[in-house]
């Protein structure tokens, strides 16, 4: 594999244009896949439904376009033949605030997992069916733009799901939730990253920051009475479990 340089290929960005400039009335989508087939199928479906593709066969292309182009959301494969995808979206993590969406081999949770760590937003198992990856990138654009929109950071809403992060206090509609401060801040965290996928390991080290090897037990604990509180109404927010990686806070509404 090759090595990066961590800091040439973005050397040109404070001069060029951003994407957004030239195409302001599309969101720009970085595509990094090799295989040539799959390639064109990303470009050509993402284009048809109003998106502006730049598309790299290679991890060292992605990360010279991005010293010119910011994309607003990226789709990288993790089985690049130059540079190890991992690498890839740890050094376009560095530079870029976009949401990265990996594609991985199945059976590679592993790998997953250790890129969802390093940066990536979330992730799309090979072979996937082009719907559901266009709702992945639609899910990561709204993060972005709520992360963006996001002014006063002591009050997050998700749906129905209102936390006033100063007062400790977290309702869904009227209804006030009942939470331990564990319980709250996990809640909170997940909220904040509202759609994103959040691995297991993320989630524990934030909330369990001066622990060497915290116990995984804890955080299901408080993930199951956190989804008791949120409820099974139709507009109330709800954790989903992504198998063998982490959880995701989404609005049913959207």
Known sequence: MAELDSASPFQSRRDAPTAREARPDAATVLVVEDDSAQR???TLSLSARGYHVVAAKTGGEALRLVGSVEPDVVILDLGLPDIDGIDVARHLRLWLKSPIIVLTADGSEERTVVALDLGADDYVTKPF???ALLARV?????HRATLSALV???TIEVGQLRIDVA???ALVGERPLTLQPLQFRLLTLLARNAGKLMTYRNLVRQL???EEDPDMRPLRVAVSIVRKQLGDGADAPQILTEPQVGYRLVDPGV
């Open 40 to 42: 064109r199928v990303l």
């Open 129 to 131: 069916s082009m719907p």
């Open 138 to 142: 639609r899910v990561a654009l709204r």
């Open 152 to 154: 006063d950071d002591s």
């Open 167 to 169: 007062a400790h206090e």
């Open 208 to 210: 369990w920051p001066d």
